[in-house]
Structure formats: C-alpha cells, structure tokens
C-alpha cells in the first residue's frame, strides 16, 4: 500500500467523521467543518481565560484570610498572579472577548444547538480543571517528598493537609466531569440516531437498502456504531485536549528540570508512535469486519426466532444450525487474524510502555547525585515526563480502539450516505400523481437490470375500472405492483396514480406491528381516534366480531402474527383498510388464505363503500368482482382484456 494510498485512506476517514460528527454542533453548509473547528478552539480559550480567573480569584481569596499559609506553600505564587491581572489585563480582555464575538457572529446558526455547547463547555471547563489539579499535585508531591528527605515533620504535616483539601475539591469536579460526558454523549446519540432513523424512513430508503442488499445490518449500524460514535468521539476528543493541556502544562515543568529529558521524550514518543501506526494499520480492515460478521452471526440466530414455526414444519434444524455455524466460522476465521495482530502489537507497546518507568531517572541521576536538584525534583520530574509520554504516545496508547472507532465510522459513513436524501438515484419509471391509475410506455426490469418482467405496457385511463393482474407465478404480477407503490423504478416510463396517502396497498401476509390489536386496526395512523363502537363494527363488517372478547380486549399486546391464522390477519388487514377508508386499494393476493364466502364479502364491501381497487390474484372466484384483467406473459409481454374476453379465453 503506497503512502498516497494512505493519505488518501486518512483523508476520507477524517471527512467520513466529519461529516458525521458536524450536524449536531453546526449546520452541513460550506465550510461548516471549519467553523466547527473554529468555534471549537474559540470555546477552549474563552474556557482556560475563565478557569484563569476562577484559580485567581482562588488564590487571592486564600491569601486574604490566610496570607502566612500562602506564603509557605507557594512562595511567590499571590505575586505573580497579581502582576498577570495587572499588566496582562488587556490580554485576558481579548482572551475573553474574542470568543464571545465570535459565537455573536455565529449565533443563527447556534441557535438550535445551544445545548450541545453549553454541555461541551461544561465538559471541556471540567477537562481543564482536571489536568489543572494533576498539574497542582505535581508540586504538592514535590514539596512533600522534599519535607520527607528533610525530616521536616511540620511540613510534611501541612502538605498532606493541602493534599486532602485539594482532594475534595477536585472529588466533585472529577465525578461531574464523568457524568457530564455520559450525559452529553446520551444527548448526541438521541440526536444523531433521530437523524438516521428520519433518513432511514424517508423517501423508502429502508426498503431499498433491504432490496439492494448492498449494506449489511442496518439496525447494527443505528443502535451499535452510533452509540460507539457519540461515545468514542467524546471520549478521544477528551483524551486530546487533555494530552495536549499536558504536554503544555508539564513539558514547562520538565524543562525546568532538564532540557535533555524533553528531547528524550519527544524522540522516544515520535518513534514509537511511527512504529505503531505501522503495525495497526491492518487492524481497522480486520475490525470492521469483525462487526460485519458478528452482526450477521447474531442475525442468523434472530432470523431462527422469527421463523420458529416454519422451520420445525420444514424439519429444517440441520441447515439451520449448518447456516449458523457457517456464520460463526467466518466470526472466528475473523477473530482469529485479529488477535494475531493485536499480539504482534501488544509485543512492541508493551516493551515500549516499561522503559519510561526508569528513563527519567536514568537521565536526572548525575544532576542529583552531583547536588543540583533535590529528590523531590526528580519525582516531579518523573511524574512530568510520564504525562507528557502519555500525551504524545497517544496512538501508541489508543490503537485498538482508535481503530474499531475507524471501522465504526466507516460503517456508518457508508450507511449515512445509502440513506441521504439527497443521495442519487437512478433514473427509471417516473411517478406522477393523477385522479386515477394508468400506465404509459413502462417497462420494469429487476433492482439489478438484468432481467426485463414487463416491457412497453400501457394502461388507458378509460380502461382502468377495477382491475385484475393475473398471470403464472414469478412473471412479475407483483414486482408491477411495487413500481405502482413507487418501490421498484427500475426501467422506464410513466405511472401515473393518486397520491399515496390515497392509496392503501395489501400484501398477501399482512404486516403485523407490535402493538395492541386497537392499534393493529388503525395502523398506520396511529394518532386516529375512533370508538370501540367503531371498531366493533369494522370487526363485525370482517366476521371477526368475537375477536376482541377472545383477546382479552381492544388494548392487549400480543404477537399477532402467532396469535391469528393466516385467514384471520388477512380478515384484520382488511379490516384496517375499512377504518383507513382510502379511495383506492392495492391487493396482492390479500384473501389467498380465504374461504370463497370470507372473500366474496370482502370484495363485496369494497364495492359497496366505492374504494377502487387493483388485485393480483390466481383464484377464479375473485374475477366478478373486477372490469378488466392485465394479463402479464412472461418475456416482457402482456395484453389487456375485459372480464367477458378473459372467460371465454379460459373457457
């Protein structure tokens, strides 16, 4: 793989992310990305200008009513925060007025997130205020390990007292910065997957991601990778500042000690990080499919549950359990590779994290022995040298899940731009809305355009009437009914047909939703309101008055696929059609599993109410109750005919 490979491999990871990441924070308009970051790095200095005043205003406060205390724990420190406030007043004026200009500018498109701000101010101002007490504790060890090689009892005293007020101050702070990063992370993946999932509905995506089969569990891919997003790109984007606050805040500390300590690190970490990129770099290939395969293995197992009854009347055990296994092979063929590569890893980090433990000291011992720092300067020093390790050996540190986040933004990169509503679509048979149904010139072929079902069909206005589509099995009777639905575009032409909440289309096995059976009869408007006088009349019209009492009532959940035959959901379907009362009907073989007196009533009632209606059906008992029938061939070809031509050809 050429470095330009890499590049480019990097370069499309960080747009994937962004483009993921940015809504919550920004609107997706030009540029966004980098007034994001703009905005981001604004935020942090407005916050490090606020936790200045709040340390100032700490410590003047302590020396006010304690000025000797003051004194012996930090000399000088009341001194130089009062020359900062005084000569450098102007400079925290800009560092304080500049951001808060620059979120004014930038409030309209604020104005909707301010939430998200304010709880990633609050994270950020905590984050500063950790590595501020680290950096305090830094000292404080220190001066106490120094009072201890001293003997100095009274001092040792004294620094574990500002040891443990430093500790409750910073108990609460650290457990809020905890909870406030859990607590924003929850609100992101609340927003992020109320995205997704309104893309995921929208214009029918869900259905041809399902029918294209190019993109492997989505419902993987909303639950899992967003919740591993919203709380991987928090917890790294906490983890950055925090080793950039340290590298900052300590590479001062150990320059003061030694200049060569600083160089040894930065060399040492550079290294080690270039070492480790390489060897990971094959991780996040092997980490995304180990999603994929884990996702299709469970899959498999939900797929046995939904089917429970078809396969026991099937005797189907064996492929099952051999489709499994086969599944689960790939997840363990998978994983294997994966630790392999993790171990080679794990050969070099391991190694690479022991050496830092002696290195500083290694390096301070000629400055101590020779009397120039004393032993607490070293532990200072060794304390110092290993945050600014661990901030600059980050990669080395975080490679594993750096790259499981790699492939999780990858999965839903891909998924986010499968749903898009502004993604691409092929241009195929149009839709166009009208008072009725007809057919001009169309043509539809299979999603993958390889096979042609119907070919130049034309259906006159004049001719529609009620209509049955007949014809031998797998000719296309209901791939034509999915193009009516818009589902199928695949070919070309024009279908004209009323709007489609207008339009009420039933499939053969009803759709059942986990519910209760009040909302099974008023589905899909949920909201509807309707008596149980209603429903018992619908219920009654369908001949499944006794249903209710049977249940137990309108409001019981149940399974109702488990609980009804066949018969009695495509009854309950039809029934949901009399409530919805829609001007035209679709029926794919909707009474199949009828009796001819059932069926006969259902049509009956149609009529009677004045729907329309389009049916697929092989059932002679049904053909009364249409005007003419379409006739599809096979090859692509078809012909129209009135009911009186249809019989005498069958007859």
Same mark, same amino acid.
Not at 345 to 352: E, K, N, P
Not at 566 to 578: I, P, S, V, Y
Not at 625 to 648: A, K, P, T
């Given at each position: 793989?050429?470095?330009?490979?890499?590049?480019?491999?990097?370069?499309?990871?960080?747009?994937?992310?962004?483009?993921?990441?940015?809504?919550?924070?920004?609107?997706?308009?030009?540029?966004?990305?980098?007034?994001?970051?703009?905005?981001?790095?604004?935020?942090?200095?407005?916050?490090?200008?606020?936790?200045?005043?709040?340390?100032?205003?700490?410590?003047?406060?302590?020396?006010?009513?304690?000025?000797?205390?003051?004194?012996?724990?930090?000399?000088?420190?009341?001194?130089?925060?009062?020359?900062?406030?005084?000569?450098?007043?102007?400079?925290?004026?800009?560092?304080?007025?500049?951001?808060?200009?620059?979120?004014?500018?930038?409030?309209?498109?604020?104005? +909707?997130?301010?939430?998200?701000?304010? /709880?990633? #101010?609050? !994270? *950020?101002?905590? $984050?500063?205020?950790? %590595? @501020? =007490?680290?950096?305090?504790?830094?000292?404080?060890?220190?001066?106490?390990?120094?009072?201890?090689?001293?003997?100095?009892?009274?001092?040792?005293?004294?620094?574990?007292?500002?040891?443990?007020?430093?500790?409750?101050?910073?108990?609460?702070?650290?457990?809020?910065?905890?909870?406030?990063?859990?607590?924003?992370?929850?609100?992101?993946?609340?927003?992020?997957?109320?995205?997704?999932?309104?893309?995921?509905?929208?214009?029918?995506?869900?259905?041809?991601?399902?029918?294209?089969?190019?993109?492997?569990?989505?419902?993987?891919?909303?639950?899992?990778?967003?919740?591993?997003?919203?709380?991987?790109?928090?917890?790294?984007?906490?983890?950055?500042?925090?080793?950039?606050?340290?590298?900052?805040?300590?590479?001062?500390? +150990?320059?003061?000690?030694?200049?060569? /300590?600083? #160089?040894? !690190? *930065?060399?040492? $970490?550079?290294?080690? %990080? @270039? =070492?480790?990129?390489?060897?990971?770099?094959?991780?996040?290939?092997?980490?995304?499919?180990?999603?994929?395969?884990?996702?299709?293995?469970?899959?498999?197992?939900?797929?046995?549950?939904?089917?429970?009854?078809?396969?026991?009347?099937?005797?189907?055990?064996?492929?099952?359990?051999?489709?499994?296994?086969?599944?689960?092979?790939?997840?363990?063929?998978?994983?294997?590779?994966?630790?392999?590569?993790?171990?080679?890893?794990?050969?070099?980090?391991?190694?690479?994290?022991?050496?830092?433990?002696?290195?500083?000291?290694?390096?301070?011992?000629?400055?101590?022995?020779?009397?120039?720092?004393?032993?607490?300067?070293?532990?200072?020093?060794?304390?110092?040298?290993?945050?600014?390790?661990?901030?600059?050996?980050?990669?080395?540190?975080?490679?594993?899940?750096?790259?499981?986040?790699?492939?999780?933004?990858?999965?839903?990169?891909?998924?986010?731009?499968?749903?898009?509503?502004?993604?691409?679509?092929?241009?195929?048979?149009?839709?166009?809305?009208?008072?009725?149904?007809?057919?001009?010139?169309?043509?539809?072929?299979?999603?993958?355009?390889?096979?042609?079902?119907?070919?130049?069909?034309?259906?006159?206005?004049?001719?529609?009437?009620?209509?049955?589509?007949?014809?031998?099995?797998?000719?296309?009777?209901?791939?034509?009914?999915?193009?009516?639905?818009?589902?199928?575009?695949?070919?070309?032409?024009?279908?004209?047909?009323?709007?489609?909440?207008?339009?009420?289309?039933?499939?053969?096995?009803?759709?059942?939703?986990?519910?209760?059976?009040?909302?099974?009869?008023?589905?899909?408007?949920?909201?509807?309101?309707?008596?149980?006088?209603?429903?018992?009349?619908?219920?009654?019209?369908?001949?499944?008055?006794?249903?209710?009492?049977?249940?137990?009532?309108?409001?019981?959940?149940?399974?109702?696929?488990?609980?009804?035959?066949?018969?009695?959901?495509?009854?309950?379907?039809?029934?949901?059609?009399?409530?919805?009362?829609?001007?035209?009907?679709?029926?794919?073989?909707?009474?199949?599993?009828?009796?001819?007196?059932?069926?006969?009533?259902?049509?009956?009632?149609?009529?009677?109410?004045?729907?329309?209606?389009?049916?697929?059906?092989?059932?002679?008992?049904?053909?009364?109750?249409?005007?003419?029938?379409?006739?599809?061939?096979?090859?692509?070809?078809?012909?129209?005919?009135?009911?009186?031509?249809?019989?005498?050809?069958?007859?």
């Amino acid at each position: 793989m050429t470095t330009e490979t890499t590049t480019q491999q990097k370069t499309a990871l960080w747009k994937s992310f962004v483009a993921i990441a940015q809504p919550y924070f920004f609107p997706r308009i030009r540029g966004g990305a980098w007034k994001t970051l703009l905005l981001l790095c604004m935020l942090l200095v407005l916050l490090f200008g606020v936790l200045f005043l709040i340390a100032s205003g700490l410590t003047l406060t302590v020396h006010y009513f304690a000025p000797e205390l003051t004194a012996r724990i930090a000399p000088g420190l009341v001194a130089v925060v009062q020359s900062l406030l005084l000569s450098k007043s102007w400079l925290i004026a800009v560092i304080l007025g500049v951001p808060l200009l620059v979120f004014v500018f930038f409030r309209r498109y604020l104005r +909707l997130r301010r939430q998200a701000w304010i /709880l990633l #101010a609050i !994270v *950020l101002l905590l $984050s500063l205020s950790v %590595t @501020g =007490i680290n950096v305090a504790f830094s000292y404080v060890g220190n001066y106490f390990t120094n009072a201890l090689v001293k003997k100095d009892q009274g001092m040792a005293y004294m620094f574990v007292a500002v040891y443990f007020c430093s500790f409750l101050v910073g108990i609460p702070i650290v457990a809020l910065y905890g909870y406030v990063q859990d607590y924003l992370g929850m609100r992101w993946r609340e927003w992020l997957t109320g995205e997704f999932l309104g893309n995921y509905f929208k214009n029918r995506s869900y259905y041809d991601i399902e029918a294209e089969g190019k993109i492997d569990n989505p419902d993987q891919r909303i639950m899992e990778d967003i919740r591993s997003f919203t709380r991987t790109s928090l917890g790294f984007l906490l983890i950055i500042l925090g080793s950039l606050m340290d590298l900052v805040s300590f590479s001062g500390i +150990l320059w003061s000690k030694s200049a060569l /300590l600083v #160089a040894v !690190v *930065l060399g040492y $970490s550079i290294i080690g %990080t @270039g =070492i480790t990129a390489l060897i990971g770099r094959r991780l996040v290939r092997l980490n995304f499919n180990q999603l994929r395969y884990e996702a299709d293995f469970r899959y498999s197992l939900v797929h046995v549950r939904d089917n429970t009854e078809s396969i026991a009347f099937y005797q189907g055990e064996k492929p099952e359990v051999d489709q499994i296994k086969g599944r689960f092979r790939n997840v363990l063929k998978n994983f294997g590779l994966l630790i392999g590569w993790q171990r080679n890893l794990s050969f070099f980090t391991t190694a690479y994290s022991y050496l830092p433990v002696v290195l500083p000291f290694l390096i301070l011992f000629p400055q101590y022995f020779g009397g120039k720092i004393e032993y607490g300067d070293m532990v200072q020093a060794n304390f110092a040298f290993t945050q600014v390790y661990a901030a600059l050996s980050l990669i080395v540190s975080q490679i594993e899940p750096i790259t499981n986040f790699a492939a999780g933004v990858q999965r839903l990169s891909v998924f986010s731009e499968a749903i898009a509503p502004d993604r691409n679509l092929p241009a195929g048979i149009r839709s166009e809305e009208a008072d009725g149904f007809a057919l001009h010139d169309v043509t539809l072929m299979t999603p993958d355009r390889k096979h042609t079902l119907v070919q130049n069909l034309s259906v006159a206005p004049e001719s529609r009437g009620n209509l049955l589509l007949v014809g031998e099995s797998g000719v296309g009777k209901s791939s034509l009914l999915r193009a009516i639905a818009g589902l199928w575009n695949q070919g070309q032409g024009v279908i004209e047909r009323p709007p489609l909440d207008e339009i009420f289309f039933l499939p053969q096995r009803p759709y059942m939703l986990l519910g209760s059976l009040r909302q099974q009869l008023i589905y899909p408007r949920l909201d509807k309101d309707i008596s149980d006088t209603e429903l018992h009349e619908v219920l009654k019209t369908v001949r499944l008055e006794d249903l209710p009492e049977r249940v137990g009532g309108f409001d019981v959940e149940l399974d109702w696929a488990d609980v009804l035959s066949l018969g009695e959901q495509q009854r309950l379907a039809f029934a949901r059609l009399l409530v919805n009362r829609p001007a035209y009907a679709v029926l794919d073989e909707a009474t199949s599993a009828l009796d001819v007196a059932n069926e006969a009533n259902l049509y009956n009632c149609l009529k009677k109410l004045g729907i329309h209606y389009i049916s697929v059906g092989h059932r002679p008992s049904i053909i009364d109750f249409h005007d003419n029938v379409l006739e599809l061939q096979g090859q692509g070809r078809w012909r129209m005919l009135s009911i009186r031509e249809y019989l005498q050809g069958v007859s």
